[in-house]
């Protein structure tokens, strides 16, 4: 686990370039077994090429993960991971997206997009996603390594669609994750290898945000409630300053038999003042 200063120098990276590595952070053997899992996934449920040329004919993407293997839990909840991402958007952020970027060979390059492009915000903006890219091989130039331009999150425009922009590969080692605001222009590169690139997309979005995968209807209750709590918080059973998403008052975590949720921000308040009148402090 990396330490405070750490997490500080990275999250000062993604404000100031746009992006940050964090490198070999996860072992091998977990690594192993989440390629494994994705596997056969393909393998036992027929999962095959995208069917859109920005998602790509080449590319395996499979998404709403947390329903497939429960071996993909842990990777929306890497403590540094999101460590660093709670330092951009905070603790209240939720899971904005979970899939597979498995780019086969013969992949041509992805156009470069920014994230956020379709969020009627002006740009620049501040960040409301971050993206973590994990690499789950090794990610070269030739096999389709993300290419992205450094600083491009900065920009008050995104992408012309399809042009050709000069931008760098995210070479690393398979294990580290590449960290990013979602408003840097990026894109999957082209697989010039024989091999397959394997990689996980997992975004985080600021908690008042729609999130891009709906988790709450896509996941089934009874398997968000095994989910470690974190993670249901994360997938939307949860809500931002004890106002939006509440149902009827109460926190959606009590959906799935946790005892007690967060208090609605307009009861935190009252009771605050009755502490307060009778001394209690707060
Ligand atoms: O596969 C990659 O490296 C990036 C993919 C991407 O940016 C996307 O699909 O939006």
Redesign the pocket.
Known sequence: MLDDTQFDAHAERIRRDGFTVLERLVAPDIVASLVGALDRLERDKGFGYAKTS???HR?I?INNLLTHDERFWQVPLQPDVLAVAERILDRELLLHSFCS?I?GPGQPA?PL?E?TQLIPLPRPHVPIVV?A?WALTDFTEEN????IVPGSHRYDRAPEYGRAYPAQP?TMPAGSVMLFDSALW????ENRSDAR?Y?F?CSYCAGWMRQQENFQLGVPRETAARFPRRLQELCGYSVYRGQFGHIDNHDPIELLGQPRGRRMVWEATDVKRARAAAGGGT
């Open positions: 920005f998602e790509g590319t993407r970027l780019l992805q997009h994230d993206n890219i389709g390594g993300t290419l995210a990026h894109g999957a590169g690139r990689a997309s």
